[in-house]
């Protein structure tokens, strides 16, 4: 089975000569130490640890360091984490809370750990940090205050915040639809259009990256991990796991892989 493509984080230092680039995944660069400046489709800002750079895929981004700085960059291609597509619409600068700033020293501590590991288990615990760090990261962008609701459309971090609190229950979308005052019909459409899936496949993906998560603390037993993500039964979990990233969720935590 083709394994998804995986979400990549890196941390990197930027020397003062001005460098372009473009690609076609969506980036975050998140500031941890120094700063840089960065120019996306001709608008420019400064980057510390208390700011961050969204990169939608195919932006022009023109770069260099301030001095001595480390970023965070967060490569997001189209399959991997669940996010919504409206949060690249464009390219924007946004302002990161306390505890995201804290969040995003910790992951650079640890991606800069696995940075010096070498050898085929250290590299498959590389590829689940990616995973879990990924999704943590991006859990906590979202519940950030500083993404301002849209002009027009769903409200999708809103939405988003509001899914990712309720994994656990059994939820059913025309509650939502209702939540956010919309028919079902109405609400299908919007949905799609805001996050780029339906909103069945969309909560699926939210559910098994939490488990990502769950699953890298390593305490959780099976079945407890598929109740809190939103799954019937511990079967039910391991087909849905297994479907997406191509190995069990046992196996994902505990073997190489």
């Known amino acids: ?125 590389a590829h689940r940090f990616q995973w879990h760090a990924a999704a943590r990261l991006c859990d906590a962008l979202l519940d950030d205050a500083s993404l301002a609701a849209p002009a027009a459309g769903l409200d999708f971090a809103r939405i988003d915040q509001w899914l990712r609190a309720r994994l656990a229950e059994p939820l059913r979308i025309a509650d939502l639809a209702a939540h956010c005052g919309y028919g079902m019909r109405r609400f299908h459409q919007l949905f799609v259009d805001a996050f780029g899936e339906t909103p069945h496949r969309y909560l699926q993906r939210l559910r098994l990256d939490a488990a990502v998560i769950l699953l890298a603390g390593g305490r959780h037993p099976l079945a407890d991990i598929a109740g809190q993500v939103g799954f019937a039964d511990q079967s039910a979990f391991t087909h849905a796991f297994t479907k997406r990233f191509g190995v069990a969720p046992g196996r994902w935590r505990s073997e190489r892989h």
């Open 1 to 125: 089975m083709e394994r998804v493509a995986s979400p990549t984080l890196a941390l990197r230092r930027y020397d003062a000569s001005e460098a372009s680039d473009m690609h076609d995944f969506h980036q975050v660069v998140l500031g941890v130490d120094g700063a840089m400046v960065m120019a996306v489709d001709g608008v420019g800002q400064r980057i510390d640890r208390h700011a961050a750079w969204l990169i939608p895929a195919g932006s022009r981004h023109d770069y260099a360091g301030l001095g001595d700085n480390r970023q965070l960059v967060l490569d997001l291609p189209a399959s991997s984490l669940a996010v919504p597509r409206r949060l690249f619409d464009g390219a924007r600068a946004v302002s990161i809370d306390p505890g995201l700033t804290a969040l995003v020293a910790q992951v650079a501590a640890a991606a800069e750990r696995l940075d010096a590991a070498a050898g085929d288990a250290q590299r498959a615990a």
